[in-house]
């Protein structure tokens, strides 16, 4: 059997679509899935920004209650916030929702596809796929959907279903065991929105030095050590704690305290991390360790 052949067998047949909770990732994905062959038919929808934005991003799609609309779609997309996955799962098994033999997609990071465990009782086939993108409701969305990856979840027997789903999106899967989900996403909102809130102090802090444009500052530096980072690990690491400079890193405390108080806390226990790892991979010497841990007394 060819290779062809193998991506027939193993692609889904064309879909009917329903979406409860057209949001920015939820009207995202509808579309990316539409671009892929399915059909968005009926989605969810209350406020204004919803309904404008189903108009926009799925405009084949009728507004329909819940029950409504599982009844319409082959697969439906659970799109609401990571709280909102259990309840809404009862939720539709309680009002009588026809969930048997259906898909039931959600997009959570955090979640694989046990939250959705009342569904899969009545006969419901569930699937996680997390994009691992940030999402800011604006059309390139979309194509960024089509460069990422997806972390995925489902029960062994569904599992090609779920890669072929995101695969058809143009997107990579990447399993994620159920029991390491919780993991996963941790490591992904502590290095992606961690990640925000350092550069925008960084930012913050060269205004107050009298830089007038500290994103043309930090665009390149920053680029090259997330360079250096995703390519070499700890080893891209530089910069006064690796170096030892025990006398710098106190100046540096001293000015955070004076003219940024609320970010000495994260430095020290930013610059701690940073020197166990440095340490470890015997890149910082333990007396010089030992002289910065004593400065970094928080």
Known sequence: MGVADDDTRNRPARLAIGVIGPGRVGSAVGAALERAGHRVVAATA??????????????????????ALVDASDLVLLTVPDDALAPLARGLVETGAPVEGKLLVHTSGSHGHGVLCSATAAGALPLALHPVMTFTGRDEDLDRLASCTFGVTAPEPLRPIAEALVVEMGA?????????????????AAGANHLV???AQSAEQLRTAGVADPGRMLGPLLGAALDNALRLGIDG?????????????????SELRAHSPESVDAYIALARLTAGRALDAGLLKPHDAERLLDVLQA
């Open 172 to 188: 990579e899967p990447v399993w994620i065991a159920e029991e390491y989900r919780t993991l996963y996403h941790a490591a992904l």
């Open 237 to 253: 690491l530089s910069g006064p704690v690796l170096r030892g400079d025990a006398e710098t890193v106190a100046g540096h405390l």
């Open 46 to 67: 209350v406020s204004e920004e919803s309904k404008w934005r189903v108009a926009e991003r799925l405009p084949d799609a009728r507004i329909m209650e819940p029950a």
């Open 197 to 199: 809130t350092l550069v």
